[in-house]
């Protein structure tokens, strides 16, 4: 399992295709470097280990997809970054 961040430096977790919150929360499916809701709707964009909402790629959707909650992780947040985009909109 690998992890990214998001731009604030929060820590996501990533299992197979699925990405999930700290605490093993369901926040979507990456596909093409993209995170997209259990609706199929755009949530953010993967940038080297980051993961940040950028409105350019908002119009995207895929197939409403789901998945399992996973063991919360105790790996620490990272500092934030200055990369082009918001903060994504993730409960934790």
Same mark, same amino acid.
């Given at each position: 399992?690998?992890?990214?961040? $998001?731009? +604030?430096?929060? &820590? &996501?977790?990533? *299992? @197979?295709?699925? &990405?999930?919150? /700290?605490? @093993?929360?369901?926040?979507? *499916?990456? =596909? ?5 809701? $259990?609706? @199929?709707?755009?949530?953010? %964009? =993967? #940038?080297?280990?980051? =993961? #940040?909402? /950028? ?5 995207? $959707?895929? %197939? ?9 992780? =105790? $790996? ?5 970054? +200055?990369?082009? @985009? ?7």
């Amino acid at each position: 399992m690998i992890d990214l961040y $998001t731009r +604030s430096g929060r &820590l &996501l977790q990533v *299992q @197979g295709n699925n &990405l999930h919150s /700290r605490s @093993g929360a369901f926040l979507g *499916q990456l =596909v093409n470097n993209k995170v997209y809701d $259990t609706e @199929g709707r755009y949530c953010a %964009t =993967v #940038v080297g280990d980051r =993961v #940040v909402y /950028r409105t350019i790629d908002s119009a995207a $959707t895929v %197939t409403g997809i789901e998945a399992d909650v996973i063991p919360a992780s =105790v $790996t620490p947040n990272r500092s934030g970054t +200055s990369l082009w @985009g918001r903060e994504p909109n993730f409960v934790d």
